[in-house]
T-cell receptor, first 112, second 116 residues
Framework: GQQVMQIPQYQHVQEGEDFTTYCNSS?????IQWYKQRPGGHPVFLIQ?????EVKKQKRLTFQFGEAKKNSSLHITATQTTDVGTYFC????????????FGKGTKLSVKP | EPEVTQTPSHQVTQMGQEVILRCVPI?????FYWYRQILGQKVEFLVS????????KSEIFDDQFSVERPDGSNFTLKIRSTKLEDSAMYFC??????????????FGPGTRLTVL
């Protein structure tokens, strides 16, 4: 079945270092969404990418959607302790009405 | 800012018992979802609901599960006879979806279900 894979599973960085998580889908996606889940919290929507090759920025976060619409990345510049959490990518299941298939997430820890 | 709410925050039950998890989606949203997340694992889709009926469901959503929108605001997930492996965090989500693109899903805070 359709799969969404993410690497790395864990990332430990020193505050101020950059961080990148990568997402790959086994199928072409109509769009990809990114969510952040703080420890003990619930997934919170960050962004949706729709167009092939799309790049979007939110302050220190840069999101990319691959040309083939099968991969995506999230890059955080100069991490802060507030960036701690698990970052999930999610894509709609093929032919679905919107139910999302989530990657396993990348858990980011930031050492002050 | 409108938000999805869920009750209870934590439910402890004995194996074989029925549980009902409740959600109040954002009022103008049209699509409703249940997801679950086993501790430390990824979020898994269970079921989506639109226009008072199930739109899609996953393999996890077997005959032990059912959903209902009993009135204009609540959206419930019922597990008829709970199993140990049903222990997880259950998230309700809603979205205001247009015809062109999938819209963001707003997640509730979750209900932690513990089956003993």
């Amino acid at each position: 079945g359709q799969q969404v894979m993410q690497i790395p599973q864990y990332q430990h960085v020193q505050e101020g270092e950059d961080f990148t998580t990568y997402c790959n889908s086994s199928t072409t996606l109509s769009n990809i969404q990114w969510y952040k889940q703080r420890p003990g919290g619930h997934p919170v929507f960050l962004i949706q990418l729709v167009k092939s090759g799309e790049v979007k920025k939110q302050k220190r976060l840069t999101f990319q959607f691959g040309e083939a619409k099968k991969n995506s990345s999230l890059h955080i510049t100069a991490t802060q302790t507030t960036d701690v959490g698990t970052y999930f990518c999610a894509g709609p299941a093929g032919g679905s009405q919107g139910n999302l298939i989530f990657g396993k997430g990348t858990k980011l820890s930031v050492k002050p | 800012e409108p938000e999805v709410t869920q009750t209870p925050s934590h439910q402890v039950t004995q194996m074989g018992q029925e549980v009902i998890l409740r959600c109040v989606p954002i009022s103008n949203h049209l699509y409703f979802y249940w997801y679950r997340q086993i501790l430390g694992q990824k979020v898994e889709f269970l079921v989506s609901f639109y226009n008072n009926e199930i739109s899609e469901k996953s393999e996890i959503f077997d005959d032990q599960f059912s959903v209902e929108r009993p009135d204009g605001s609540n959206f419930t997930l019922k597990i008829r006879s709970t199993k140990l492996e049903d222990s997880a965090m259950y998230f309700c989500a809603s979205s205001e979806r247009d015809r062109i693109a999938y819209n963001e899903q707003f997640f509730g805070p979750g209900t932690r279900l513990t089956v003993l």
